[in-house]
Every structure is written in C-alpha cells, then in structure tokens.
C-alpha cells in the first residue's frame, strides 16, 4: 500500500561510535544517578544479560519512548535514556497518559553486543514495567592478514554490510567499518553484525583487492593476498580526433549478487594531450566496466572490459548547449537559487501519488538568481521540455527543439509560488484531526534526478493539535491529498484502545483558503 513508500517525518538517528553515544549520556545522567524521571510516568525496568553466559552487561544504553495512540508512524524519538549499573539493571521512566500513549519502545546498545529493539504495549492504570532479563548477543570480530607485496602498512581495509534483512536491529548497526593495516600486513575489526559484508583493500584511494562476500559469523579470520594490478591506458578525443583534457575516466567492479556493493577501483583524468593511464585491480570482464564522462559531451560506457584488449582512442560527441536569460521574482533572496530542470519532450506532467513510477527530470542545472543567464550542456539534437523552478518561484515550462534551433531563449518566470493549507476534522464530532499524516501529490518538475521512493518524505507533514496542515513554495495548479489517520475507541471491557486506520484522498487547488477536510469511518478501508 501507498504508505508503506513514505518515510515518518521524525526519525532518530544511531551514532556508528556507540562508545561515544553512551559516554556521552552517562556525562549528562551522572547528577541523575543514571535514571531519566519523567513526571507521572511509567517506569521500566531491567537487566541486561550476555546470551551465552548470562553474566550482567554494564554500561548498556538503554533508551525508550512511548508511542502516541493518534500517530500514524510510532513517533520513536527515544528521548528517555539510561545506562545500565555494575549489576546490568537499568530503571528509567517514560510518559504514561492512557488518553495519549499505547505502547512503548525499548533499545539496549553496546558496543560488544548487538543492538536490540523491544516493544510493548501499555495498559491504562499500570505504572510499573518489569522486563525481566534482557539477552544480548555479542558483536562479532574479524581479524585478516594482507601477503603479497612488501609495502603492507597502512593500507586502508573496508567493509560494507550487505543490502538484505536480517534478524538484529539494522538501524543500530554500522553500515560501514574501516581500519589500517600494521606494518606485517594485520587487520581487525570489532562490532561486526552477523551478516555479509563485501571488504575492499585500497592505497592511495585505488582499490588493490576485493571480496565479494565476507560473513564473520562463519569466517572469523581471513588470509587475503594481493592479486596483480594492469595498467590501462588510452586516449580520449572528440569526433574532430582532437584530444580532450580533463575527462574522468572511472573503472568499476560489479558486484555479483543483489545485496552486495560495487566499487569503483580507480579513477583518472585526461591530461592536455587526452592521455590517461590507471592501475586496475585484475577482474573477470563480465564484472568490470568503464566510464569515459565530460562535461559537455556524452558520457561513454564500456561493459565487459577485457584489459589490453580495450581500443586506444575513446571518442567522446559534444553534446548541444542550450542558453538563455530569465526573468525572476524580484522578493528572491540574493543567495537564493534558480534550478532548470530539463525533461523529454513527451514526458507526461501530471500530478501523482506513486512512489514506483517518478517521472525524474533527465538532468538539473542550479544557477544564482543575481545572474539571469543560464546554460545547459551535453544535449541530444532533439526536443526537449525545460521548467524553471526554484523556492519562491513558480514553476515555468518552456519546449525548445535543440535540433534546429539552439539561439538563446528568454523566459518570463516572474510568478510567485502559493500555499495549499487546510484542516481535518471529525465527521461525526468535528473535532480536529491531529497527528494525521497529510501527504500531497507531486509534480514531475518538484523531482530531482536522484530522487527515489524514499527521498518523498518533503511531500507530506502532519497535522497540529488544531487538525491543521500547510504545503508552502507550490506552483498554483490542483493537487491531490492523501490523509491517514488514526480513529480511536475505548474498549470498557477491555480497558484498552481500539485503533481503526483510515485513509482518504481529496483532489484541492491552490486558493487563498482554508479547505476543511472530514473524515469518518467510511472514508476508505484501514490503510
């Protein structure tokens, strides 16, 4: 379903230094004895045991926070922290309002361990949580001896956990690790996850080994040695065959499964003669490619490098520039910027509410609003659409034909922008809606071109205490909403909440107004 494609607004963030986190909570809990109070709260308690052994674990961080009966997303901020003492018990207290809160998360984090996540839901009149033991698994390590060369010292060893599920808390584990080599060629690394990480081996930011795959769960120790490194070498020149200085040239390994990570294992540049030469680790062809880029020009990519076999002259087209002058707002910022966003010449440009089909610009180009002159280069000899966006300036579209005509263009993009707001109320009560997460359609001219599923969160917000929501900087034109909400219901016999999800989408425009939005239980079906 739609929501499960839109990030919550508030997130918390693990630091990837634990040590740091936890010596810097017990600095600001000393004079609180380690406990976090909250005033007519629920307290929780605990102790932290290691898995194996079923020794207590000091010095855990533990943080909680309760979750709102009316929040569409767990409102997780974990604000209420503590550490656990010499005999791995921890006790601290979170906001307990039966008519607010419903549910509590709890996190225990060490470096030695792995993070866990605990969640329960609260009952109306209880003010004390024993959660009994708490096991944690210990954090795995890796040691690794680097052969095959005489220089073994500082070589930079990296590890990136794979992109795939997993049974530990991902959100408290590092995504990366990196450490140096000694001068026998020895590395190791600690607070590793019981998953799959690709490791790489670099000096002086050119990749001299690689391994797909590397679990410290099955693999404790690793022997890696260096395989050869080839030089490739060539030419870069436009159509003319006169050589073109300054192109980036980039060899890359693919990776072979889903999960894992590429790499980039060198890169140069041309010098004045279009000449460039590179060292690159010895790869299948089936995983190596190589990309040839300018400014300016088309990109070229080679698939299934076979070094020594590459050809010595890369020809790179020139792409056509496309220039013009705008005319802006005059209330713009100076530091402000205008953004030229450049689409083909078919490109549908109707609003939508669709994570899985974006309709991205193929390129942007950012320029300061105290100079009217813009250019776009690297274009196809073909038709284009061309919007002027910016903050404070609406959007303005422009179709231009770069194969025929490539004068300069001038564009009025005087209009300012407008604001969509409103407010959700209760069918049946007419009391506000708050806490529903209201999110707007999008228009393809908003995208950048790196946008993906996840990045979409800037188009939705949440409504205040007040049922009310507000979307700034819009370009006037009709816009979908799609409002998710909470409805909740006392349950007597049960002494609980009964919580309905329900959704609803309405079709507004921009106005000088605000639209009042109802919802009831017919609105939809639970979300």
Excluded at 322 to 350: N, R, S
Excluded at 476 to 486: K, N, S
Aim: aromatic share 8%; with cysteine; charged share 20%.
């Amino acid at each position: 379903m739609l929501q499960l494609f839109f990030k919550p607004r508030k997130r918390h963030i693990i630091m990837n230094n634990t040590t740091s986190l936890i010596l810097l909570l017990l600095f600001f809990t000393t004079t609180a004895v380690g406990v976090c109070q909250t005033p007519n709260g629920a307290s929780l308690h605990g102790t932290c045991v290691d898995a194996e052994n079923g020794q207590p674990i000091s010095d855990v961080l533990v943080r909680a926070d309760a979750e709102k009966i009316a929040s569409v997303y767990p409102d997780r901020d974990f604000e209420h922290a503590t550490a656990t003492d010499a005999n791995g018990a921890f006790s601290l207290t979170i906001p307990n309002d039966p008519q607010t809160y419903y549910a509590f998360s709890l996190m225990a984090i060490h470096p030695k361990y792995q993070a866990k996540r605990l969640r329960h839901e609260m009952s109306p009149g209880k003010s004390k949580y024993d959660l009994g033991k708490i096991e944690l698994k210990r954090t795995l390590t890796l040691k690794g001896t680097v052969s095959g060369n005489k220089d073994l010292a500082g070589l930079i060893v990296n590890l990136k956990m794979h992109a795939k599920s997993a049974d530990f808390f991902r959100a408290a584990a590092p995504i990366e690790h990196g450490a140096k080599t000694d001068p026998t060629g020895n590395f190791h690394f600690a607070e590793l996850y019981p998953i799959a990480y690709t490791l790489t081996i670099s000096r002086n930011d050119v990749i001299i080994a690689y391994v797909e795959s590397i679990n410290p769960q099955k693999q404790a120790e690793v022997a890696i040695r260096l395989p050869k490194l080839e030089t490739l070498r060539g030419t870069v020149v436009d159509a003319q065959a006169h050589p073109i200085a300054g192109a980036q040239i980039y060899a890359t390994r693919h990776t072979e499964t889903p999960s894992g990570h590429s790499a980039i294992l060198a890169a140069a540049q041309t010098d004045d003669a279009g000449n460039f030469q590179m060292q690159v680790l010895t790869t299948e062809p089936r995983l190596l490619s190589l990309e040839v880029r300018k400014r300016g020009y088309f990109s070229r990519i080679y698939e299934n490098v076979v070094i020594g076999k590459m050809p010595p002259m890369v020809r790179l087209e020139k792409g056509v520039t496309l220039k013009g002058h705008v005319i802006l707002p005059q209330d713009l910022p100076a530091d402000a910027q205008f953004t030229v966003k450049v689409f083909p010449a078919d490109m549908q440009m109707e609003p939508s509410l669709n994570p899985l089909a974006l309709y991205k610009p193929l390129l942007s180009r950012y320029f300061p609003v105290t100079e009217s002159a813009f250019h776009v280069d690297g274009l196809f000899a073909e038709k284009y659409t061309l919007y002027i966006t910016g903050d404070g300036i609406s959007a303005t579209r422009m179709d231009v034909d770069a194969s025929t005509n490539i004068e300069e263009r001038f564009i009025v993009a005087d209009r300012s922008t407008a604001t969509l707001q409103g407010q959700v109320l209760w069918a049946d009560t007419g009391d506000p809606v708050h806490n529903a997460v209201v999110s707007r359609s999008w228009y393809p001219w908003e995208l950048h071109p790196s946008d993906m599923s996840m990045t979409l969160d800037r188009f939705e917000t949440e409504t205040d205490t007040h049922g009310k929501f507000k979307f700034s900087n819009l370009t006037e034109a009709r816009y979908q909403l799609y409002i998710r909400a909470v409805h909740i219901v006392s349950e007597d016999t049960t002494k609980r909440y009964q919580r309905t999800r329900i959704h609803k989408q309405v079709a507004i425009p921009t106005a000088g107004t605000t639209y009042r939005i109802y919802l009831g239980k017919q609105d939809g079906t639970p979300f």
